[in-house]
């Protein structure tokens, strides 16, 4: 109940004083359909300067990006000119010169009903979300203010399961630009590669942390190496932990030379935590590399890079990606490789409104553990990366299609996960249709479907069944 009355006086805060205080833009939420519309402008060619491989972006970056896909696609399809409209009508306004508030930019609601209490541990991507066997009840906004040096996002969440309600801030943070400079300060998911059905190294799997972060909210053009991002965070993990309260920072490096190439080198390490040092000297060997796998480590760390290659050519327009992330060793270098692979087809030929990507991921059996931080890679029970876990394969096969005339997309994935460890299969059947009942309201109807095979490694079967049934308006 204090928890509750706490975060709700925190959004009164937000409401009602700080847009007086302040006299700068908000970011787009990890998940929103806005970055499945971009990917799909870049893919088509539409795009040439978005570096789309991590997430969030800032509405002042996405809005730059529309206008330069509406310059440089002059004659565009229907498809192409849905994708621009979808993204002006949820992007949040930031062209005015003048502060701005909006208390409420969209609202969602949602009845959530699952089979089995396996959903506790098998929903995935869903920001640390899990869903309780039975009715599940959720309803959101976020409202946001803008100005020309400070923003602020605010979402709150009331999740009603089993006769129980419970009131929490999904994500809340403010914005501090000086040129083309952000700091970010606050809880706030993030997504790290260009994987679609998940992310090696940081994901938006787990409950977002808060976070203190710097980053350049537009790209700088370095001479010989194109476009230039990066983005660096610190946040302190909870206290419920083998070692508890533990350091994890993160650094990312973005590069795009050509307007058909991206690459990304990212590095993440956890150190310090409950009798554990925290020296200067500590941190500056986990940026360094040094003593790993040593009586003298500082932490666990992890490491690698990714590439993009966009193909826009007329008739069959592509993105093949490659992310490859290793874990700490002695030497310095990153080893025992996780890897995710995919290609991603905007268009499929003589199929009218279809895409169409197929996507593979690996990880070895030394991926989100660690000898002193036993908790793992985690945050609150659910792993900061990809959900498939250690010494795991994953397949996804996804299919989309757009039924433009009567603003309906149908959407279908299907994956194939082996667990290793214990020789558990794992097969997801996703069929989704989103229906647009007007340029504001939307309304999606999402089915899940699980199979297990000797599930954990006990030899039983299982079945779990997901639906959702989710109504989204922007005001």
């Not at 978005?50 to 809005?63: D, G, M, N, Q």
């Not at 039975?134 to 602020?152: A, I, R, T």
């Not at 290793?326 to 310095?332: I, K, T």
């Not at 309304?443 to 049934?469: S, V």
Request: hydrophobic share 35%.
């Amino acid at each position: 109940m204090k928890k509750a009355l706490k975060n709700l006086f925190t959004v009164l805060i937000f409401i009602f004083i700080l847009p007086k205080l302040c006299i700068g833009g908000p970011y787009v939420k990890v998940g929103s359909s806005i970055y499945e519309n971009l990917l799909y402008l870049e893919a088509r060619g539409c795009i040439e300067s978005a570096i789309l491989t991590s997430l969030p972006l800032t509405a002042e970056s996405i809005s730059r990006l529309l206008e330069e896909a509406k310059l440089n696609c002059k004659t565009p399809d229907a498809y192409i000119l849905k994708a621009e409209s979808l993204i002006e009508e949820e992007l949040p306004d930031t062209s005015s010169s003048l502060p701005y508030f909006k208390p409420l930019h969209e609202t969602e609601a949602g009845i959530i009903y699952s089979t089995s209490k396996l959903s506790e541990e098998h929903t995935y991507n869903q920001k640390g979300d899990t869903f309780k066997k039975g009715v599940n009840l959720k309803v959101k906004f976020n409202s946001y203010f803008y100005s020309k040096n400070f923003s602020g996002y605010i979402s709150p969440e009331v999740l009603y399961q089993k006769d129980r309600g419970s009131l929490r801030l999904k994500e809340a943070y403010g914005v501090l630009s000086f040129g083309r400079l952000n700091f970010i300060f606050g809880k706030q998911a993030m997504w790290w590669g260009p994987g679609w059905g998940g992310s090696i190294i940081l994901s938006d799997n787990a409950d977002p942390f808060v976070q203190v972060r710097i980053e350049n909210n537009y790209p700088w053009l370095i001479p010989y190496l194109g476009l230039f991002k990066f983005h660096f965070f610190i946040t302190r993990l909870g206290k419920n932990r083998i070692v508890p309260e533990p350091y994890l920072w993160g650094l990312r490096l973005e590069f795009k030379p050509n307007p058909r190439f991206t690459i990304g080198l990212s590095r993440t390490a956890l150190l310090g935590g409950k009798g554990r040092s925290a020296t200067l000297a500590t941190w500056i060997k986990s940026f360094l590399a040094r003593d790993e796998n040593t009586s003298k480590e500082p932490g666990d760390q992890r490491a690698g890079f990714d590439v993009k290659l966009s193909v826009p050519n007329k008739w069959i327009p592509f993105e093949t990606y490659l992310e490859a992330e290793g874990e700490d060793e002695a030497g310095g270098l990153p080893y025992k490789w996780a890897f995710i692979s995919g290609i991603y087809f905007p268009k499929v030929p003589k199929l009218k409104g279809f895409s169409l990507r197929l996507e593979y991921a690996s990880t070895d059996k030394a991926w989100y553990i660690h000898h002193i931080y036993r908790s793992g890679y985690t945050y609150k029970s659910k792993i900061i990366g990809y959900y498939i876990g250690r010494d795991a394969r994953s397949f996804l096969l996804n299919v989309n299609w757009w039924w433009l005339e009567k603003s309906v997309k149908f959407s279908f994935s299907q994956y194939r996960i082996s667990h290793h460890l214990t020789g558990e299969k794992e097969y997801i059947s996703d069929f989704k249709i989103k229906k647009w009942l007007s340029s504001k309201l939307q309304i999606e109807w999402d089915l899940e479907y699980f199979r297990f095979k000797n599930y954990a490694g006990t030899g039983n079967n299982k079945r779990l069944l997901i639906t959702y049934l989710m109504f989204d308006y922007f005001i």
